[in-house]
T-cell receptor
Framework: AQSVTQLGSHVSVSEGALVLLRCNYS??????LFWYVQYPNQGLQLLLK??????LVKGINGFEAEFKKSETSFHLTKPSAHMSDAAEYFC????????????FGRGTSLIVHP | EAGVVQSPRYKIIEKKQPVAFWCNPI?????LYWYRQNLGQGPELLIR????????DSQLPKDRFSAERLKGVDSTLKIQPAELGDSAVYLC???????????FGPGTRLTVT
């Protein structure tokens, strides 16, 4: 079975500071990994995805994530936070054997202080 | 290009009443998903369609939940009867295939009183 753990339900940073949102996964086969962002009262939007190509994945809005197989991690980073980055972020894993059912983490709320 | 459309956006019902949610996916997307998102949680897949065929429905509580996707386009998710624990946001998403990017609708927030 596959699973996702997002460490920290809330992360608070100052505007301009580094953003680091942590995600660890469990999968019996090489996974596909995703980060989604959800703004209030909106659906989820894909930030980036890893599908076994380059381990460093660049996404929209200046975000990137690095796949580290040895650490079973897929942490999301952004060098400089903007106020508009305040939202809920979800890590998801897909592909377990022959199944592609996506499994989402509980989410991390990013708070950006001026 | 129009995104995934869901209606209604909000619904308040009393327990034991029926309720239905409607989803119109992005044109041409053959894969459609229904998720339930409880407060403070990530989305949980309820059912996935490939065209009009339900291919993943193991998480759907079949005693009270039903879904259909007529003609492989629009989809309806129904709950009958609703229970207090069904209060959640119900999200619909669509994609060009099971490994392709999913596009989410804004969701329907259901409150059961």
């Amino acid at each position: 079975a596959q699973s996702v753990t997002q460490l920290g339900s809330h992360v608070s940073v100052s505007e301009g500071a580094l953003v680091l949102l942590r995600c660890n996964y469990s999968s019996s086969v090489p996974p596909y990994l995703f980060w989604y962002v959800q703004y209030p009262n909106q659906g989820l939007q894909l930030l980036l995805k890893y599908t076994s190509a380059a381990t460093l994945v660049k996404g929209i809005n200046g975000f990137e994530a690095e796949f580290k197989k040895s650490e079973t991690s897929f942490h999301l980073t952004k060098p400089s936070a903007h106020m508009s980055d305040a939202a809920e972020y979800f890590c998801a894993v897909s592909k377990s054997g022959g199944s592609y059912i996506p499994t989402f983490g509980r989410g991390t709320s990013l708070i950006v202080h001026p | 290009e129009a995104g995934v459309v869901q209606s209604p956006r909000y619904k308040i019902i009393e327990k034991k009443q029926p309720v239905a949610f409607w989803c119109n996916p992005i044109s041409g997307h053959n894969t459609l998903y229904w998720y339930r998102q409880n407060l403070g949680q990530g989305p949980e897949l309820l059912i996935r369609y490939e065209n009009e065929e339900a291919v993943d429905d193991s998480q759907l509580p079949k005693d009270r939940f039903s879904a259909e996707r007529l003609k492989g386009v629009d989809s309806t998710l129904k709950i009958q009867p609703a229970e207090l624990g069904d209060s959640a946001v119900y999200l619909c998403a669509s994609s060009l295939g099971e490994l392709a990017e999913q596009y989410f609708g804004p969701g329907t927030r259901l409150t059961v009183t």
